[in-house]
């Protein structure tokens, strides 16, 4: 009896338990995954914005709205990278929603339906709704489109109806922003006597002399910095180094690129389309159902690829040419004749002289000199190309000043596209150019052209083959199961020299990205999961083309801030003034020339004279930007020269040749223009800021996703 008695107490506690699982399993769902809320706590929560919770089905339903919206525009469902800025998306409508629109209450700002009925079809149409209805092929907008749109509404499937709905949501909330920005920009306001003191810093200028050592000239290794030296330095400047949740990684990738036999037989598939797309005879079907890479059927000249257009020459209809490569993909062309486009193309190269900061008319013309001078310079056989390189103001110097191919439809500045589409031959425009950016010596490369050549094209990407795949996470797997520490990990990479290692710092909770592997979530929740200390290694992550194995080498907490969290920045700071004290101490009385200083210092001191220099801008040649160097140089009379002192970047005594003060003027009216429109610009970041603090904001998306 004794023994059924307890069979039946047992019974009994089985029951429970699975009573118990039950419960656990139909309430919680992911009780021990972090979003049940049973038992209290917070697990469901996906942030808080001014005192109100975000949950997750909350914030959820937000983002599938959302994900549908994108799929009826894009027509496809979204990639993981369209995902987490749909994720933002729907986080930044709850701060709007909430933060925002307290602020907005506040001042009472409301856009009223009759407002609204303006904004869409009245006479202050909003500048979203006409890009949705202009129409594409005439450029011209129609209000009795939008009209016409509105009245047939009710007969359109439902989610063209929600679609509307949410636009004009939007609107109303872009208008609102709007206002209350407008609101915020008015009240940026600069003083006379600001707008004085920046006049003074533009156009006060010096002559001045120094004596430069960088800190480079002192070896890293010669400088012991201790612990207790970054310790003191923190704690004398922690408004600089914040704490934060992050983390750190080391990572090394193995690829999954296509070897030599997948280039191989994609080579020989590519060879047998390239015979069926000769014989086509509706060679553009042919070419759509083939190819990887959908290419236009009409291209010009500057829109094809380099080594097609180097085949122009031997063009004839019907022929193929190809296969060429670009990067991990084949390409065949079939030519088939040229019609002529409603535009120009053509491809020029410039050297541009700014008069961006040009002040009054003087810089102007001194300017315009400069650039009539090495006008001159190629007129008389000076390479453009190297005095583009060595002068131009432009990001193209890196080119040699070229622009590649571009059409006369508003890409360029007026003047500069009616000087080149002007040309009839290629060859250096005789005259300098005049725009709003300054002055351009224009050199045609291609003259203008309207032909539109009709290219059949199949571009088929290699891919790896499974054998491929399968080795490099063979490959990965080994690695990962052989390391397991930190010091396994290194020690693994110095025995295969193929491996680099790569480096990210202070990684954020909410980081999509890693250096350059994007769709890096999986790595990120990783390295911030409870059970992962640093020194873990990971098991391999697929990423994209790559296998990834990472290990955790820090990790830092908001509310506590060690060295090692800034360990690189702060042993650099440290290294640099302990360097700062040795230079001046070898520097001495400092009496004398500054070349005789410098000779007497030996290796790595320099001597260097800037004219002109002004407080606003000011550049020392090696020296760079040095706030400190100026002040001294300015803050003393002509003919003075100051003591060493540690500058940005190296020591510095500073010795002022000649001070000429800026000219007296009766109106500063310009120099308080650009600082309020200075101030106005960044308004719209220091709201978003300010309003986030004010929330404050709570963000714990990381934990859902």
Same mark, same amino acid.
């Given at each position: ?21 039950l419960?656990?399993?139909?309430v ?42 994108? =799929? ?26 909430i ?21 869409v ?14 129409? +594409?092929?005439?450029?011209?907008f ?53 707008a ?45 180094? +914040?704490?934060?949740?992050s ?49 236009p ?10 080594q ?28 088939g ?21 040009a ?31 060595q ?23 007026? +003047? ?45 990407t ?7 795949r ?17 010091? =396994?990990?290194?020690a693994?990479?110095? =025995? ?32 911030f999961?409870?059970?992962t ?6 098991e ?11 290990v ?28 700062? =004290? ?81 000219p007296?003027v ?20 220091y ?14 998306r990381?934990?859902?996703?």
């Amino acid at each position: 009896m004794s023994v059924i008695n307890k069979i039946r107490e047992r019974s009994g506690l089985a029951v429970g338990i699975i009573a118990v699982s039950l419960l656990l399993f139909i309430v919680g769902g992911d009780l021990l995954g972090g979003r049940s809320t049973l038992f209290g706590g917070n697990q469901q929560e996906v942030g808080e914005i001014a005192g109100q919770t975000i949950d997750y089905p909350e914030f959820n339903a937000k983002v599938d709205q959302l994900r549908a919206q994108f =799929e009826q525009q894009a027509g496809r469902a979204p990639a993981e990278q369209d995902l987490a800025q749909i994720r933002e998306q729907a986080w930044n409508q709850f701060i709007f929603e909430i933060a925002y629109q307290k602020q907005f209450d506040k001042l009472g700002l409301k856009v009223s339906p009759e407002e609204l009925v303006d904004m869409v079809q009245g006479n202050n149409i909003s500048p979203s709704v006409r890009q949705a209805f202009t129409n +594409p092929e005439t450029g011209v907008f129609d209000k009795s489109t939008i009209i016409n749109y509105l009245k047939g509404l009710k007969n359109l499937p439902p989610q063209q109806q929600a679609a509307w709905a949410s636009f004009e949501q939007n609107l109303s909330s872009d208008r609102l922003r709007e206002k209350y920005e407008g609101l915020m920009r008015l009240s940026v306001f600069a003083t006379t006597a600001e707008a004085q003191k920046e006049y003074q810093a533009q156009n006060t200028k010096a002559n001045v002399k120094f004596l430069y050592v960088p800190f480079y000239a002192v070896n890293d290794t010669a400088i012991k910095v201790t612990d207790s030296q970054l310790k003191d330095y923190l704690d004398k400047h922690k408004e600089d180094y +914040p704490g934060a949740n992050s983390r750190s990684i080391q990572y090394v990738t193995f690829s999954i690129a296509p070897s030599k036999e997948d280039s191989a037989t994609l080579y020989n598939d590519i060879k047998s389309l390239a015979r069926g797309l000769g014989a086509a005879k509706n060679d553009s079907t042919f070419a759509q159902q083939n190819s990887d890479v959908r290419v236009p059927l009409y291209l010009t000249a500057g829109e094809m690829p380099e080594q097609l257009r180097a085949a122009i020459p031997t063009f004839a209809p019907g022929g193929i040419y190809g296969p060429f490569r670009e990067g991990n993909t084949y390409f065949i062309y079939k030519y088939g004749g040229t019609k002529k486009d409603t535009s120009f193309t053509a491809r020029a190269s410039h050297i541009l002289i700014s008069t961006q900061r040009a002040q009054g008319d003087s810089a102007k013309a001194s300017a315009r000199r400069r650039a009539e001078d090495l006008l001159r310079q190629i007129q008389g056989g000076a390479s453009f190309e190297a005095l583009a390189q060595q002068f131009s103001e432009d990001g193209s110097r890196a080119q040699g000043g070229d622009l590649g191919y571009f059409k006369n439809n508003g890409q360029m500045v007026k +003047p500069f596209e009616s000087a080149v589409f002007g040309a009839t031959s290629a060859g250096l425009i005789p005259r300098v150019i005049e725009t709003d950016f300054g002055y351009h010596i224009i050199n045609v490369t291609q003259p203008k052209t309207n032909t539109l050549y009709r290219i059949a094209a199949i571009g088929k990407t290699i891919n790896p083959s499974q054998t491929t795949r399968d080795e490099a996470l063979r490959k990965a797997d080994q690695f990962a199961s052989e390391a397991n520490t930190k010091e =396994e990990f290194d020690a693994k990479v110095k =025995e295969d020299k193929s491996l680099v290692v790569a480096t990210a710092e202070r990684i954020p909770e909410n980081a999509n990205q890693i250096n350059a592997l994007s769709d890096a979530r999986s790595i990120v929740r990783w390295a911030f999961d409870s059970k992962t200390d640093v020194g873990d290694v990971s098991e391999p992550f697929e990423l994209g083309d790559q296998y990834v194995i990472a290990v955790l080498t820090n990790a830092t907490d908001e509310d506590d801030v060690k060295v090692d969290d800034y360990r690189t920045e702060l042993t650099a700071k440290v290294r640099n003034e302990l360097k700062g =004290e040795q230079i001046i101490s070898k520097l001495g009385n400092a009496s004398g020339s500054l070349e005789a200083i410098a000779q007497k210092y030996g290796a790595g001191a320099l001597v260097e004279t800037v004219d002109d220099v002004n407080l606003a801008t000011g550049f020392l040649r090696s020296a760079g930007v040095d706030p400190t160097a100026l002040g001294k140089a300015f803050g003393q009379k002509a003919g003075k020269r100051s003591k060493p002192f540690v500058g940005e970047s190296g020591v510095l005594i500073m010795e002022t040749t000649s001070i000429t003060p800026a000219p007296a003027v009766a109106d500063y009216s310009i120099y308080k223009t650009q600082l309020q429109q200075n101030g106005a610009s960044r308004t719209s970041f220091y709201i978003n800021e300010a309003i986030k603090e004010d929330a404050k904001v709570e963000d714990r998306r990381a934990k859902f996703y």
